[in-house]
């Protein structure tokens, strides 16, 4: 009985970080694509790293929001 609460245990870590990399992934690449869309814009190179700047932090506390939900369950 215990060796089942334990395979079950690794298996909802295994599922949560599953969900970690396709949450992070995903953002990584909308983080990507919304950096390459403002490089091709009329942005001054001071906006640009502004921009660049907040939106890897936006993202990141995404993630780490979103690891900490996870983790809650």
Known sequence: ?????Q??????LKEEDNIKKVVSN??????????????ISEMSDRSFNQFQKSLKDECYN?????TVLISKK
């Open 1 to 5: 009985m215990e060796n089942e609460n």
């Open 7 to 12: 395979v079950q245990d690794i298996e909802i």
């Open 26 to 39: 995903a953002l990584q690449k909308f983080m990507g694509k919304a950096l390459d869309l403002a490089r």
């Open 62 to 66: 995404l993630i780490d929001q979103i």
